[in-house]
């Protein structure tokens, strides 16, 4: 069992020992992840840190606000909209692995240019131990370690060796509220890994709305107390649907739903029907260009997480 005070210690004394009188900046996304290493180098360095949230367009709704709304008092906080830049990047890409890695190098694209103006020398990145295991076993790539060549930023990364329920004590430890303690965990590709195929504004925005009214009706049912991670992919399929007295075609799209703990390995839990049914309702009631909802019952493994 991990020994949380020793390890804040040494992390912290770590970070300055390396960093010493070099400006650093945190790629922040407001996850627990992140949030845990900005508190760990806000301990650390103080304001030698500026925190860098990248809006890139492939955000769930609302995200941007509510990120910027929890950080901009807490830390030296600098929001920066890069939507255009992501998803022109992503025009015409269909293979996951080839969206991660046009994220992540697009990602360190910003990171260095907003180091430029603030004189920074590091990167802090928020990487766990189920990122790389799942890198190096060729599982998945994660965009955090698809980095290019000739990368000008020094990297550091103090929770590399934790595990989630590790990063959560850690987080609870030095004060953070449950809120972003326990924040389900979104990938870093975002909305990229949940729109399958080609990514485009017009299927950004349909798998956003769908996955607003999921995450709604989770919270009004309390469901996400015991649920690791829920969201709606949005297949790359469109099915005959009917709508009115008329015929319809649409797209399909698929609740998926787990518990876990580490994210190494999850289940789906046995599920409410009359929840789903109200689910699959009102997304194809307010969502017009969705006609059929699914849902993934399949585990991890052998199955992962995300679709893509």
Not at 42 to 56: M, P, R, T
Not at 95 to 103: A, V
Not at 273 to 287: G, M, Y
Request: glycine share 6%.
């Amino acid at each position: 069992m991990m020994d949380t005070e020793k390890f804040i210690e040494e992390s912290i004394q770590n970070i300055k020992d390396e960093v010493k009188d070099e400006k650093v900046i945190i790629a922040l996304s407001g996850g627990v992840d992140s949030s845990v290493a900005s508190a760990l180098a806000s301990e650390a360095i103080g304001k030698q840190l500026e925190a860098i949230f990248v809006d890139h367009g492939l955000l769930r709704k609302d995200e941007a606000k509510e990120v910027e709304e929890t950080f901009k008092d807490k830390l030296n906080f600098k929001l920066v909209d890069a939507a255009d830049e992501f998803v022109e990047a992503l025009a015409g890409i269909t293979d996951p692995e080839k969206k991660r890695e046009i994220i992540g190098h697009k990602f360190i694209e910003v990171f260095e240019r907003e180091a430029k103006k603030s004189g920074a020398k590091y990167l802090l990145q928020g990487t766990i131990a189920p990122d790389w295991i799942e890198s190096e076993g060729n599982i998945k790539s994660h965009h955090n370690l698809t980095l290019p060549d000739g990368l000008v930023l020094e990297i550091i990364e103090p929770l590399r060796e934790l595990y989630k329920d590790e990063v959560r004590e850690v987080g609870t430890q030095l004060g953070l509220p449950d809120k972003i303690v326990h924040r389900q965990p979104f990938p870093g590709p975002g909305l990229a890994v949940r729109v399958l195929g080609e990514v485009t504004k017009e299927k950004l925005d349909i798998c956003r709305e769908a996955n607003a009214i999921l995450n709604e009706f989770v919270e009004k049912e309390e469901l996400d107390k015991d649920l690791w991670q829920y969201f709606v992919v949005l297949t790359n399929s469109k099915v005959t649907g009917v709508k009115g007295d008329q015929r319809d075609f649409g797209y399909l799209v698929v609740i998926r739903m787990v518990q876990s703990f580490d994210a190494m390995t999850a289940n789906v839990p046995d599920l409410p029907w009359e929840f789903l049914h109200n689910v699959s309702q009102e997304i194809t009631a307010k969502v017009p260009q969705i006609t059929h909802v699914s849902l993934s019952l399949s585990n991890k493994p052998p199955s992962t997480i995300e679709f893509e």
